[in-house]
């Protein structure tokens, strides 16, 4: 099975910009659809973004569209989220997770591997 760890989080103003890292180790990302989520503090977690296994499909919430970018790196088994012009609304704890399914999902319940999340606070 795969290990995830997520890194990259931290506080920064509206407007700002992060990237994060999910780091994989165990075995390749290429095996997985990966996907980032999101959970707000009272609020159930939610889906960002997927970069299905092949094919180079993403798929995007529409929250995030336009704004957010999931890439990968199979060279160093990473995926990254990059998250640009950030708003209050998208303070979390950000997740990855790999799903070995067929077919590709958006439902958190779908993935089977999980990391163990990075805070991102957007604040002034």
């Known amino acids: 099975q795969v290990q995830l760890v997520e890194s990259g989080g931290g506080l920064v103003q509206p407007g700002g910009s992060l990237r994060l890292s999910c780091a994989a180790s165990?075995?390749?990302?290429?095996?997985?659809?990966m996907g980032w989520f999101r959970q707000a503090p009272g609020k159930e977690r939610e889906f960002v973004a997927y970069h299905a296994r092949s094919g180079g499909i993403t798929r995007y919430a529409d929250s995030v569209k336009g704004r957010f970018t999931i890439s990968r790196e199979p060279a160093k088994n990473t995926v990254y989220l990059q998250m640009n012009s950030l708003k209050f609304e998208d303070t979390a704890v950000y997740y990855c997770?790999?799903?070995?399914?067929?077919?590709?999902?958006?439902?958190?319940?779908?993935?089977?591997?999980w990391g163990q999340g990075t805070p991102v606070t957007v604040s002034s």
């Open positions: 165990g075995r390749s990302l290429s095996l997985y659809h």
């Open positions: 997770a790999a799903d070995r399914s067929i077919s590709v999902h958006v439902a958190p319940n779908e993935y089977d591997y």
